[in-house]
C-alpha cells in the first residue's frame, strides 16, 4: 500500500483520499449535518484507513530494530509476527487523518466534549473498554483500557484535549490559528497541530493498532485525554469553565481510578526525551492607599496614585527577578520570572484617582525550589519596600502554585521509551528540563511518574525564529506517525514488563 497519502488538489493541498462507506442514514429535517452526524462522518473515515499495511518495510523496520525474538531493554516482549501486526497499523495516512479529524474539532478549554466523544467512541469500535469520566458540567475526560493480564507494568498514555487558544482571538491570524486542519508539503497547519493534537492523534492510533492486532499484553496500556490543561486559572472576574484549566482535567483523572505505574505524556517535546519540567507561580501584588479623589483635585499636596506608587516597586521586582534568574538553574534552565500584567484604576471612570494597584507575576520555578521559598523572598522584597518609601506593606497572594518536578533517569518507562526511540530513529535523545506548564507534574505528584515525548515542537523551515505563538500551530507530520510507532513500542516493551521486577 502507498503510504504518501491523499493526492494534492491545484492548490497545493491534499485531497482527503476515497473512503469506505457505511449504508446512507435517514435524511435529516435540516440541510445541516448534527453533531452526531459529524461524528459518524469522522468515525467511519478513521476506520476506513486503520487496515493493516502489507508494506512489507514495516515487517523489515520491526526485525532490523528489535530482531525476531523481539526484547527491549532485557524485557521479553514477545515474537515479532505480533509486533508487526499492530506496528502495519500505523500507517502515515492513519496518523494524518486522524490529526485532520482532532483538528476539525473545535475544542478551546472549557468546550472539550466534542473531542472527549469522538475519541470515547473511536476506541470503542476499536475494542477498547471506554468511556467519558465527568470532570465538570459538560466536560469529560475521554478514558479507554486495554486490559493486560494483570501481573505487568500498566501505562497510561496521556494529553490534553485542549487548545492554547479558541480560534475566535481577532488578533491571531493565519492557518495554524484556526480549527481547520491542512496538510501541506508533509507539515500539518491548524489550531492544536503542535499543542497538541499530534501528540494525541499519535497515541490513538498507537493503542487503537495494539487492540486491533488483538494483542495480549501482561499489563493494562490506558489512554486519558484530559480537560483543563493549558495554562489559564479563575482569576477575580474572569470565572467559568473558559478559564478552568492548570490541570483540572489530569488532578481528577488520576484521583478518580484512573492510575498506572507510569505515565507517558504526549507534549510537543521535539521529539526529545523530556523527565523534568519547570514548576510555575502565579502571584499578585497589590498596593493599596491611594486617596480618594476627583481626578480634578489631584493636583492637592499629598494625593497618594496607586499607579505612581506602583512604579518603584515595579523596579524593585525587576531587579529581584534578576537575581533570581542567575541563582536558580537545572539541566542548563535558567528560573524565570515575567512582569505578566498590572491593573489599577477603573477605564470607564477615569475621573477618579486609582485607589490600589496590583501586579501579576508568573513565576518559573526549577527542581529544588519551593512555592513558600518564593513566597518567603517576595514578603521580604515587599517588607523592604515599604520600610524605605514609608507606605503600607503591599499584600502579597498567589494564585497558581506548581510544583517542578524530576524523574529518575533509570525508571523503566524510560528506558522503554529511550529503547523505543533507538530503534526506530537510531538514538536516543538525551533528557532534558521543559519550561511550559505540563500534566507531568500533577500524574508524578499522585505517584504515577510521567515522562514526557511528543512530535510538536519543531518550526516550520518558514519561520526565521518567530515561535509557535507567532505564527500559528503546525507540525511535521514525518515526526507524527515516528512518534506514534515509539509509543507503540513502548507500551509493547513495558507493558510485557513483570511488575515484581520494576524496582518499585
Known amino acids: 500500500m502507498n503510504e504518501s497519502g491523499p493526492s494534492r488538489d491545484g492548490g497545493g493541498h491534499r485531497r482527503r483520499a476515497p473512503r469506505h462507506r457505511r449504508p446512507r442514514l435517514p435524511r435529516m429535517s435540516s440541510s445541516h449535518p448534527t453533531p452526531a452526524r459529524r461524528l459518524a462522518g469522522r468515525l467511519d473515515r478513521a476506520a476506513a484507513v486503520v487496515a493493516p499495511d502489507p508494506d512489507s518495510r514495516l515487517e523489515q523496520l520491526w526485525s532490523i530494530d528489535y530482531g525476531r525474538s523481539t526484547i527491549i531493554a532485557g524485557a521479553l516482549v514477545m515474537q515479532s509476527g505480533d509486533a508487526s501486526r499492530a506496528m502495519a497499523r500505523v500507517t502515515r495516512d492513519a496518523v494524518l487523518r486522524t490529526l485532520l479529524d482532532l483538528i476539525d474539532i473545535r475544542s478551546p478549554t472549557g468546550h472539550e466534549a466534542d473531542m472527549a466523544g469522538y475519541i470515547v467512541q473511536r476506541l470503542r469500535r476499536a475494542g477498547l473498554d471506554a468511556a467519558p469520566q465527568p470532570v465538570e458540567d459538560g466536560r469529560p475526560n475521554a478514558v479507554a483500557h486495554w486490559r493486560g493480564t494483570g501481573d505487568g507494568l500498566n501505562l497510561l498514555f496521556t494529553g490534553h484535549m485542549d487548545t492554547s487558544y479558541s480560534g475566535d482571538e481577532p488578533h491571531l491570524d493565519g492557518e495554524g490559528f484556526r480549527p481547520k486542519g491542512i496538510e501541506r508539503d508533509g507539515w500539518v497547519w491548524g489550531l492544536g497541530a503542535n499543542n497538541m493534537k499530534s501528540g494525541l492523534a499519535g497515541l490513538i492510533v ?17 489512554l486519558g485525554a484530559v480537560v483543563g490543561e493549558i495554562e489559564k486559572a479563575p482569576v477575580e472576574e474572569f470565572q467559568g469553565r473558559d478559564y478552568s484549566g492548570y490541570g483540572i482535567g489530569s488532578k481528577h483523572l488520576v484521583s478518580h481510578g484512573v492510575t498506572a505505574d507510569y505515565a507517558l505524556l504526549a507534549e510537543p517535546t521535539a521529539m526529545r526525551i523530556c523527565t523534568a519540567n519547570m514548576g510555575c507561580l502565579w502571584a499578585r501584588i497589590t498596593l493599596r492607599g491611594g486617596a480618594m479623589a476627583h481626578s480634578a483635585l489631584t493636583n492637592k499636596p499629598g494625593t497618594v496614585n496607586a499607579i505612581s506608587a506602583m512604579m518603584p516597586l515595579v523596579e524593585a521586582v525587576e531587579q529581584w527577578a534578576a537575581r533570581f534568574r542567575a541563582e536558580n538553574a537545572f539541566m542548563g534552565e535558567q528560573a524565570n520570572v515575567t512582569l505578566a500584567c ?15 494597584c496590583s501586579l501579576y507575576l508568573d513565576i518559573r520555578t526549577v527542581p529544588g525550589q519551593t512555592a513558600d521559598q518564593v513566597k518567603r523572598q517576595l514578603r521580604r522584597l515587599l517588607r523592604q519596600h515599604a520600610e524605605t518609601h514609608g507606605v503600607q506593606e503591599p499584600a502579597l497572594d498567589f494564585l497558581v502554585t506548581d510544583p517542578a518536578l524530576t524523574l529518575e533517569q533509570d525508571l523503566p518507562i524510560v528506558e522503554a521509551l529511550s529503547a523505543a526511540q533507538a530503534g526506530l530513529m537510531g ?70 514488563r513483570p511488575a515484581v521486577d520494576a524496582g518499585r
Open 206 to 222: 498507537a493503542i487503537e493498532a495494539i487492540a486491533q492486532a488483538g494483542i495480549e499484553l501482561r499489563g493494562d496500556v490506558s
Open 342 to 356: 498590572i491593573r489599577g484604576g477603573a477605564p470607564w471612570r477615569l475621573s477618579r484617582n486609582p485607589q490600589e
Open 427 to 496: 538514538e536516543a535523545s538525551r533528557p532534558f528540563l521543559r519550561r511550559p506548564g505540563s500534566d507531568a507534574i500533577h500524574l508524578s505528584r499522585y505517584d504515577v511518574p510521567c515522562v514526557q515525548f511528543g512530535p510538536g515542537g519543531r518550526l516550520h523551515p518558514d519561520a526565521k525564529g518567530r515561535s509557535m505563538h507567532e505564527i500559528g500551530d503546525h507540525v511535521l507530520l514525518d515526526d507524527v506517525v515516528t512518534a506514534s510507532r515509539i509509543y507503540l513500542a513502548t507500551a509493547l516493551d513495558l507493558c510485557n
